[in-house]
């Protein structure tokens, strides 16, 4: 009945409709949880990593990644001197803007300038003293201090904006005229229908980086819950879904299962500055209480990674082994009572609604003896409160594990820029100047020793609980493209999806 | 829902009580309605009322492995976290019945009362029919979900908020009952002899009015039932509890549950037990209404004529 | 006129709620005004930050400025900002608006004629259709989320014929005819979510027209008319018919209230663009001036389509028309 229901699918026409991809090469439809709000570089939503992926299908930076690491991009090559603190950029020639005006190295001058005074959310300024054009090809930055992470997180992921649009802009979260969205990438805005989140780019068929796949790329907005009915019912040509039993139902015949490395963290915050989760020993206890395989398992149903205590995933480069929390309630007891805690109390678990992992880590937590009550709120409240480290214990599912590790200095010093990274402090000396020393060391080796030592201190520590890891599984059907791979540690700062635009540009 | 009869309460129509009269008439047993509505709430208030004695598990536990099928163990499968359904499903119907019941006394006691102080004055009266008549143009369900928002959704918020909100209609109704029976001799006859207003109203119209005001909580649950499991299965209801509509939730929440056959045992036990309780609240309420319907569409009739 | 002025009354008392409720329920009322937090999100500001907002929302002034301030932005058609949107909410509600009016106006028309068709037909057959009318009264009590499921399971999954989501193809090539093919994506499209609220609507329609049409049958003037000639046909639709359509008239107006209910549960279970799957996000962003706007709008429709139905009434009933304005 199943494969008779799915051979119905297939054929029947929604009358009217055009199925997602007529003829291969015409138009493909991808989809997205949630909508992400009008896609120029100032006004998506930083909610999600949906939003800054649709943007680079219409914006380039100077480097970019690919399925091994990273690969030259607007800036065809570079040129790292004065112990770190200067890179020099020579720009590719002929690279134009969407609206035919030539790209030039004041335009990237100008976008550093710029974003300097009004930030981007994925990209951290602070490094970056001046950028300077020489000349029309070429870039120099000079940085504030010899900042190791400056190509992966900065040159990689801030986006090239046009000089002549967004000089006489100075306010532009509200600047969203179809000017906002002019960038030299290989699809050009089309239209965008807010509510349904309904996106439609067009093929620049002047890239410079090749000929798009596509004539039409399309986003449509469809909840994760159903995104293989729409697959199956050919709404898209592709679902994503973070649930093991999904993809298993689709392996074979003419879908393929493209899983990403596991970058999507699920993870426990502890406000180490408000009661009792300012004592050490209580986080531990906290630690012990939980069995994490347990809470992966019954979420997304298999192929869990459990957390690592020093927050950096398995199975990544910067991975180091560290000392282990295992499920050991006893031990938690023993701790509790060992440091006095009064049963009586009760903590306040911050997560999104529907979440089942903060039931499961309730029950876990009360079967020690510690008292939990839920408090949903939605993503922006979230954010505020722990921004303003104004809750207790909190729980975060969110990407950007696996990429450069400097995000641990950003989290766990208070330099935190982005919505999932806020309410993490840890006040230890050691770890700060470890902090300071991995962001400006030019040899790989002494800083994967020193990124090691920094993930011993978190799992001594333990501001945080990385409980599992989940995968982002893309079903796809094989006759829409099957040109999907997975980047090196995640698009941009690492972000782990397939919305590479070097899977959908020919060259 | 608002039936045939009580819909009429709103218009005159000088034949309708004799084409009610016919249709009592064609209808040949009374019976098996109240009968099947009343084993139906039997039946659920059962389970509501042993759950803990028969329910296999903790509903709350995860005693199942995640998305389980139907086996020994738990016969109806387990959820997504593998929590057993079956267990879930006889707990349920405590939040049901619950919020159904104590939300339709609250609400009923709030439209008795309003409806017989009409009766005190005419004064008083104005302002019953004007609240009631604010009470009929708020749209509910919306208002519902506004004070969980402010207040958070806990089954308590939920029980006021539909208590206070749906007494308008019946208000209504008892109010056209009270004027009615105001008209009458009996009446003139005990204000002669000096029997306060107050005193009228409890000794003599009052037990007058207790068809209509059964005949309204019956419905009120239904109602209240209905407005539950819909908060509940738009994820909006009380995250502490697990009730029908929370199952339904859940099961619509995950991303197989039409794909593979899953939907079988995850998501219509929940559904049709919310369906079931309602139907049969809406046979009990059926069943009341046909046998005191020429009694209430007098009362309803006359009180039309009185408000032109 | 005694009905216009008891709307007019209805309608101030609406606006009065709407007014009271932020500023009665217990919390800080800029809370309940600045959206996407609720009580907590408050702690998040400094004194600075708190004072200045209450300033913008008008908030530090007394009661009665506050009241004066809330009537002009009801003037201008101004229902505040949704911030976790970025936009006025009057143009969110007006985006979506079409979407609604598309579900309610189908799903009442649906209910309606075909409530009404066969509740004629039911009466004048002398209440033969006991077993249907206690089918489709049974169905009619369910949840509208219950109905839903149930069709998209019938007609989206087992026989997937329809689409179980959204309002339209997104880009779709309408071809040639393009309004013809659009059309037909919508109506695929709108399906589903219109039976669904027709199915729980209809009950109603039918029970009524069916009890008023055997009130009418009993009438002298039927028997009068039969006496004149006129074929039974013609009895059914312009005598019978015409008068039982009057409590209809009335319920179109009663059953709005519950129909918004319904429209919020659909048009979420569907992922139907409209006012009420809007009632749902902003829920779960705690978004409060969208919920308090679309409460008001609820409230503001309710009264306007009762009136409108009063109005149609005595337009239609000439006993009505002949009582004094008492």
Redesign the interface.
Known sequence: MLSAAVALGACAPFAGSAPASATPGKRITLSWWIDTGYPSPFSFSNVGPGGVVKETMLFDTLVWKDGRGVIPWLAESWNVQDGGRTIVFRLRANVRWHDGRPFSAEDAAFSFSYFAKHPYGWADLNSVASATADDSRTLTVKLQWPFAPFIHDVAGVLPMIPTHVWSAVSDPLRFQGPDAVIGTGPYVFGSYTEGQGAYLFKANDGFFAGRPAFRELAYRLLPEAQQPLGLQNGVVDSALSTAYEVQAHFNGGDYRVLKTAPLSIVRLLFNVNRPPFDNRDFRRAVAHALDRAQIGQRVIHGDVVVGSPGVIPPETPWYRAVSQYSYDPDRAKALLSGIGYDPATTIQLLAEPDAPDSQLVRSMLGAVGIKVQIVTADPKTRTARMKALDFQMGLQKHIGVGGDPDFLRRWYAGKAFNAFEYGNVIHRADFSALAERQASEQDPVARKTQVGQMQAILADELPSLALYHRRFYLIYRRAAWDRWFNTAGGIMSGIPLVDNKLALVLH | MKTAAHISAAVRIPGLSRGMARLSVAVPRLQPRMAIGLSIVGLTSAMALLAPLIAPYDPHAYSAAPLASPSLQHWLGANDVGQDTLSQLLYGARISLLVGLVAAIASTAIAWGLGLLSGVSRLADAIVSGSADLMLALPVLPLVILVAAYLGASVPVVIITLGVVTWGPFARIIRGQVQAELRKPYIEAARAVGTTPVRTLIRHIAPATVPTAVAKFVMTVQYAVVAQASLAFLGLGDPTTISWGDMVHRAALSPLIFLDNSWLWRLVPSALAIGLLVVGFALIGWAIEERSLPTLLRLRLAREVDEG | MRSAI?YL??LV??FA?SFA??RA???DPLA?LAS???Q??L??LTPQAHQQLLAYYGLDQPLPHQALRFIGEMIRGDLGYS????QPVTRLIL??LPWTLLLVALSLVLAGVFGCAAGLLA?YR???Y?RLS?VL??V???????VG??L??LL????????????????????GLAI??????????AALPVLTLALVQL??FF??M??????????SYITAARARGLTERRVATRHVGRNAI??II??LG?RL??L??GV??VE??F?Y?GLGEL??Q?????D?PV??A??LL??V???AL?ALADLW?RRIDP?LRA??A?
Do not use: K, M, W
Request: proline residues 7%; hydrophobic residues 50%; charged residues 10%.
């Open positions: 008891r009354l209805l008392a609406l709620i409720l932020p329920l217990p919390g309940a996407g937090g609720g907590d999100a702690l998040v911030i976790s949107a970025s985006d979506r009466g002398h209440g033969r006991e206690a009264l049974l009619g009590s369910l949840p509208d989320f219950v499921i149930g998209i399971l989206g999954v087992l026989v997937p014929i329809l689409p179980t989501s959204g309002a339209a193809t997104s880009f779709a090539d309408c071809g013809g093919g659009c059309a037909a994506d919508l109506a695929a499209h009950p109603a029970l009524l069916r009890a008023a049409t055997l009130g009418e049958l009993g009438q009057l409590p009335t319920l009663l209230g519950t918004l209910g919020v549960v979420t279970l992922g663009p009632t749902y902003a829920a779960l962003s705690r409060f919920l308090q679309l409460f609820g409230g429709a309710i009264l009762n009434r006993r009582e004094p008492a």
